[in-house]
């Protein structure tokens, strides 16, 4: 079975703390994503990886960074976190073959007070 | 650019009724087209796909066709159960150019005994 992991599932950080969100995937996909969930607004798409350091800007990239150095492995990053991305966050990754699916991991829970 | 369009919710059941949840899309071309389903406090897991038009994906009871003269994907199920109350979500991928899916904004199911 294919297994996309994420830190934590509950996070408590205060306004202007740097916050780090980590994924990881065991199956050797070569697609990353990271996804925000808000009620009434469904997933939205932050950033974007396709390879190792390569990255591409979603939907909403405003806020956030990211970074992979390694295949399994994409991070999140609020660089100054602000009480509007308190949100839940998915990651998911796919293979980049055409029609499959994308996999996703138990997501994160983060509220900045 | 491409959209998925999802039945508002929330949607009440009794156990056993009939269970359609409509989703219609916008795309270039013949996207492949997915329901994730979301159970409380989980992440997103696919539920059933379709790669062409006339396709119908299946699972769980679940079933969706693909028809691509009304651009629909609507999720149907026969005999809905408790333990069917979920999130459900519509996406759809483009089959050229970038991986990203697109997202309806979800429809909250709950089953009442």
């Not at chain 1, 996070?11 to 980590?22: A, I, P």
């Not at chain 1, 990053?77 to 980049?96: D, F, H, K, P, W």
Request: glycine share 8%; proline share 4%.
């Amino acid at each position: 079975d294919v297994k996309v992991t994420q830190s934590s599932r509950y996070l408590v950080k205060r306004t202007g703390e740097k916050v780090f969100l980590e994924c990881v995937q065991d199956m050797d996909h070569e697609n990353m994503f990271w996804y925000r969930q808000d009620p009434g607004l469904g997933l939205r798409l932050i950033y974007f990886s396709y390879d190792v350091k390569m990255k591409e800007k979603g939907d909403i990239p405003e806020g956030y960074s990211v970074s992979r150095e390694k295949k399994e492995r994409f991070s999140l990053i609020l660089e100054s976190a602000s009480t509007n991305q308190t949100s839940m966050y998915l990651c998911a990754s796919s293979l980049r073959v055409r029609g499959i699916e994308q996999y996703f991991g138990p997501g994160t829970r983060l509220t900045v007070t | 650019g491409n959209s998925v369009t999802q039945m508002e919710g929330p949607v009440t059941l009794s156990e056993e009724a009939f269970l359609t949840i409509n989703c219609t899309y916008t795309a270039t071309g013949y996207p492949s087209l997915f329901w994730y389903v979301q159970y409380p406090g989980e992440g997103l897991q696919l539920l059933l796909k379709a790669t062409k038009a006339d396709d119908k994906g299946s699972n769980k009871g679940f079933e969706a066709t693909y028809r691509k003269e009304t651009t629909s994907f609507h999720l149907e199920k026969g005999s809905v159960q408790v333990s069917d109350s979920a999130v459900y979500f519509c996406a759809l991928r483009p089959n050229f150019g970038n991986e990203k899916l697109t997202f309806g904004t979800g429809t909250r199911l709950t089953i009442i005994p």
